[in-house]
């Protein structure tokens, strides 16, 4: 028997990165409270005091100070002691208050801590390979999901991925468009602004998500050619789609297989499958870096247990890559496939039969 030598330098330095995790952990959720209480767009207008900010926003001071500490401690706010003032840099304005921004980060901190408040259910089902199904998680997970991934296709859906994948023509004529696990139908109605003699179709098998997407189309004056159903991807109506959309889904599936065969039937011969994922590398040490890091929590504590909730239950994992994706179009029938486009947080991949 050997006795390991520990360092102690080396110890404590983990220790205090650990320290370190921690206070990140706790962080996540107070850059939800501080989204929602309007601290930090109140400090976008200038350096205040607590008094001021509090007052600014009609919350209590005591919560106010304690928060600011914390952000200064941080380094997402900044102090000024001679003044006893707390600022906000213009940089960290544009990623904590503009929803128009691919920078916006409040909804990715609000889905973080929608999937850490469940993550005792996935501790419950780990050892015998269950699942936890979208639809069982709080709506935090739902509604960060969407305020995170449609800043991104705001600024990059019609400007570059539609292009990249050769459709815009055909969408300026007049398409037919299916959005596959449209979710709160962010994708949908921002495709169905930009191309108004289109129609489209967006399902989702989350009623309460489909309900919200359709209140979204109403209330972007489009529900007049967009349509919702509540439908799984393997059983989706319609036919003969000059395009159809997956974004960021396909790897939550649990029959991602049965899915692209489905994609498959329900195209037209000359259609398009454009499928957006989460940014990934085809090997592990592709994805060690803080956004392969990022995907794999969420993997571990919502994606994975999302897929294996389901039928079939084959769980990609958020990091699957590419060329895991391209064996599962394959197998369904597909002959071509491509990556059209990238961002740091997604893939867009083209597929065609």
Known sequence: MTTTQIDGDRLMSFVFRAVDEVGATLNAALVVLGDRLGWYRALAGGPLTPEELAAATGTDEHYVREWLGAQAAGSFVDYD?????????????????????????????????????????????ARAGGGVGWHEHNT???????????????AHLVQEWLPAVGVVDVLRGG?????????HGASTVLMAQAFPEATFVGSDYHRASVEVARQRAADAGVADRVSFECASAQDFGGGGFDLVTTFDALHDM???????????QALADDGTWMIVEPMAGDRLEDNLNPVGRTYYGFSTLLCTPASLSQEVGLAIGTQAGPERVREIVAEAGFTRFRSAAETPFNRVLEVRP
């Open 81 to 125: 002691a001679t003044t006893g003032r707390f600022s906000l840099p213009a940089e960290h304005a544009v990623a904590l208050t503009d929803e128009s921004s691919p920078a916006f980060l409040p909804g990715l901190f609000q889905i973080a801590v929608g999937t850490v408040a469940d993550a005792g259910r996935v501790a419950e089902v």
């Open 140 to 154: 935090d997970v739902h509604h960060g999901c969407e305020r995170f991934f449609r800043p991104g296709y705001h």
């Open 175 to 183: 398409g037919r468009v299916a959005d596959v696990g449209c979710g």
């Open 254 to 264: 649990g029959d991602p297989v049965g899915a692209a065969r489905h994609v498959r």
